[in-house]
């Protein structure tokens, strides 16, 4: 006879093996791409869609016209039919919204990072990095004072340092200028 210990155990083990899977799902399907027809499927209105469909937590096929600007929710309709096919989009039948079911990193999309329903271009986060080591540069510097700052060494860190943060600058802007 099992007692309400036993059964608090096996509901805790349930929990708790339902949580495991579901994270070890996430993390498996970080930066996996689908099959090689990514490239054919993701072009002109059809990225558009796949793009805000990335950005909103979910939406029907009027709000993707409109967001969009496209001429007839047919147009929104057939592209979301491509996305469904390729197993990128699924649709909730209650509610009638589409939703992202696997991402997809090839293309432009490669460049971008996901935090929640924000797509921020990778070179970013690089930049955040390189701001980074300016600061500690910078407090090294104040810390050590003289001796420091006239090091011939230093200065090409710090040379490496601020080339690194322009370019960073200038690949972020870049790449933003080249979202769907």
Not at 45 to 62: C, D, F, M, N, P
Not at 111 to 130: A, E, K, Q, W
Not at 169 to 175: D, F, G, L, T
Request: proline share 3%.
């Amino acid at each position: 006879m099992k007692t309400s210990e036993d059964s608090k155990t096996i509901l805790g083990k349930s929990f708790l093996s339902r949580i495991f899977s579901y994270l070890r799902f996430r993390i498996r399907s970080i930066g996996l791409s689908q099959t090689p027809i990514d490239k054919e499927i993701l072009q002109g209105k059809t990225i558009q869609v796949y793009w805000y469909l990335l950005t909103h937590e979910g939406a029907s096929i009027r709000e993707i016209q409109r967001a969009l600007d496209f001429a007839s929710p047919g147009t929104v309709t057939y592209q979301l039919s491509k996305l469904e096919t390729a197993g990128v989009v699924a649709k909730d039948l209650e509610t009638d919204r589409y939703r992202i079911k696997a991402e997809i990193k090839s293309g432009i999309l490669g460049f971008y990072v996901r935090v929640g329903y924000r797509m921020i271009p990778r070179f970013s986060l690089y930049l955040i990095l390189f701001l980074f080591g300016i600061l500690c540069f910078a407090f090294v510097a104040i810390e050590r004072g003289d001796a420091f700052i006239t090091d011939p060494f230093n200065w090409i860190i710090l040379f490496i340092l601020i080339a690194g943060i322009f370019a960073f600058i200038s690949e972020s802007i870049r790449m933003w200028r080249m979202r769907p």
